[in-house]
Every structure is written in C-alpha cells, then in structure tokens.
C-alpha cells in the first residue's frame, strides 16, 4: 500500500510528463520551436550570442565615455534690470507718475551711451492696491475688500557695452527716477559665446579621446574610431565672483562700482568609439 506522500506525487509527475510529450511533438511540426531563437539552437547558443539578442542590434558596442570642456573669459556687456513703481489713487495718476519717471530714465541711459536697440521693455502692470476691512455683521466677523490705491510696474532691461560706463549708467537711472526707480538684477555676460563655444567643443572632443584612450589601454584592446558623437547644449554663461556692490552714492561720490568677475562657456560631449 503506498504512503500518503508518494501518492501525491503521482499527479505531479503525470502532468511533467504530459507537458514534455506536447513540446516534443511541437518540435517535430513545421513551425520552429520554443528552443530554435532566430535559427540558433540552444544547444549551439553561446553567452555571446544569447547579449547580443538582449541587446537587440541597434545597442552600440565599444567604449563610451564623457568629454568635457571649458574656456573662461571676462564679460564684455552687462545686463541691466531696472524699472520704476508708482502708487496713487486713480489708475490715471499711476500712470502719469510712472510714464514720467521712466521717461527720466530712458533719456538717462541715452545719455550714459546705452543705444536705443539696447533697451527692451520687459513688463508693464497697471493693478489694484486692496486693504481687507475686518467687520461684524449679525454677529459673524468678516474681511471685505477694499480698493485704496492702484500701481503701475514698468520694467525695461538695458544692455550696457562699455563697461567702465555701468555704474554711471546705473546711478544716472536711479537719480532720473527719483523714489519710483527700481534696479531689479544686473549681470555680465558675452555679447557673441560662439567663439568660446568653438574652443570648448575641441576640448571637450580631446578630453572624451584621451579617456577612451586610457580605458583601452587598461582592457587591453586597440580603441577604433568614433561612432557615435552627442553634444550637451553650452551652458549659459555663468557668474564664477560675485558682484561687488556700494550703497547708493551720494552727491559729489564716485560712481557706484561693480564686478564682472570672470565668466565660464562649458561644453559636454558623449563620444562611443569602436574596438579594433
């Protein structure tokens, strides 16, 4: 009489057997089968062969690295953020106070050299000032709303080419504006980065070979050529020193100073090279 447990594992061993009958008549049909991948066998598939069908055939095989490159430079421009704010009762009167005060400013930085295609307006708001009235109506204390004022924002940002005139050009603003002048920013940067861009490029394309260069030497094998190049767009131009600012002059002082500092154009590229 058989155990409990042998007989259990009757019906388990039926069905393995079952399921090993079907596959080998499967094989013995027309259509390939489940251990026939792209005409390979299994038995013939090498560890090679079974990465390259993981990969699939577009996946690049070879060495792959990172290049960058940089080249630092002092600005040549500086970008000027300035504006005016004014608050009065009407709308009208806003408007008034700031078209005037900006108008001032305007004809101050034509006056410090600043042409006329230099200066762009960059915002103009006309908004409501509102105070919040606490009251108490039939015993529930509510905030209402009230209009006491409206304010008008114009901002223009000025492109100032000579540097030496940045300062000046700023002081100039701010006294043409009188209280509704608002200086916003100001930064450095470079009126054309292409030339700068063309540099890091080629050093960037240099430091990815001389990587590769060393990675084939350490594995052993002969580095082939580039396949494949992708270039990171260039940064920005960055501020690398802080600028260096003064309290407003008073009357018969020197011009308020600022500092350009030194600025930076980087570039990355990923480059895939072929092994030999």
């Not at 259990?8 to 390939?32: F, H, K, M, Q, Y």
């Not at 390979?40 to 792959?64: C, E, F, K």
């Not at 509704?180 to 540099?199: C, G, M, W, Y």
Request: aromatic share 4%; net charge neutral; charged share 15%.
């Amino acid at each position: 009489m058989q155990s409990l447990a042998s007989r259990r594992w009757i019906p388990i061993v039926a069905i393995a057997s079952i399921t090993a009958v079907l596959v080998a008549a499967c094989s013995d049909g027309n259509e390939p089968s489940s251990s026939n991948i792209n005409g390979i066998s299994n038995a013939a598939m090498t560890s090679l062969d079974v990465q390259r069908l993981a990969l699939g055939s577009s996946q690049q095989v070879g060495i792959s690295v990172n290049g960058n490159g940089a080249v630092n430079a002092a600005p040549d421009i500086a970008i000027v953020s300035l504006g005016v704010e004014t608050r009065a009762d009407t709308v009208s009167a806003a408007r008034s106070q700031a078209a005037t005060a900006m108008t001032a400013i305007l004809a101050s930085l034509k006056a410090s050299d600043v042409a006329d295609k230099d200066v762009q307006t960059t915002s103009f708001t006309i908004q409501p000032v509102t105070v919040y009235e606490e009251r108490t109506i039939n015993g529930i204390r509510q905030s209402t709303p009230r209009i006491v004022g409206y304010r008008v924002t114009n901002n223009v940002q000025a492109k100032v080419r000579a540097l030496d005139k940045v300062g000046a050009a700023v002081d100039g603003a701010a006294a043409a504006g009188g209280d509704a002048t608002r200086v916003n920013s100001i930064s450095f940067s470079l009126d054309d980065q292409k030339p700068l861009e063309a540099t890091a490029r080629e050093l960037a394309v240099k430091d990815a070979l001389a990587k590769a260069q060393a990675l084939a030497r350490t594995a052993g094998v002969k580095l082939g050529a580039a396949i494949s190049i992708v270039e990171y767009s260039a940064t920005p131009v960055v501020q690398r020193e802080a600028l260096a600012f003064a309290a407003p002059k008073a009357a018969g002082d020197a011009a308020t100073p600022f500092s350009g500092g030194e600025l930076a154009v980087r570039i990355q590229v990923q480059v895939v090279f072929s092994i030999g």
